[in-house]
């Protein structure tokens, strides 16, 4: 069955330095997003991309977050500078475009832990 | 703004059991809702989603249904197992073309053997 994958499951870093964490969605999906989970609270939503571009953000995604898709395959979130606050488990997900098989399809995440 | 609540926050049954866990939207207007499964410290498993002029879907011992109406959903699971024991979300959907989910509260589920 398709997956999508994450790099690194773990990261610590100290605060202040850049992180980038990275995804492989599903290879025929056209949608692609970042959520996020701080431990103990729900999961959010970060960011939605497609064709190349942003399509919506929340007010979570500030000038410290940015996305790529550098190529055809990964997808990747950028945080220039982190904060303490910024420690969470990041998850990446993917959909299709067809109508009514818009199944989110997540990835296994990557914990980030800010010291 | 959308919220999703999700009751109980937490639930313990013996192994055999059936169980439904409900899941409450505020704004009615949905374009589907999806169920995950999420095991501590994992990824979120989808398990049902409902498009919003469907009133229910089944796999195998769950079955999720949807009142858009009353703005909530129920998610059936039964004859319980020690396997199903997980955190449950549910996640509402507003747009179309595209899947910014909001995510309810989640019910953690212990079934005990």
Redesign the interface.
Known sequence: EPEVTQTPSHQVTQMGQEVILRCVPISNHLYFYWYRQILGQKVEFLVSFYNNEISEKSEIFDDQFSVERPDGSNFTLKIRSTKLEDSAMYFCASSGNRAGANVLTFGAGSRLTVL | KQEVTQIPAALSVPEGENLVLNCSFTDSAI??L?W?RQDP??????LL?I?SSQREQTSGRLNASLDKSSGRSTLYIAASQPGDSATY?C?V?YS???????????TKLQVIP
């Open positions: 374009y589907n999806q995950f410290g994992k990824g979120l498993t989808s989603l498009q979300l996640a959907s179309g073309g595209y899947q910014k989910v909001t995510f309810g509260t989640g």
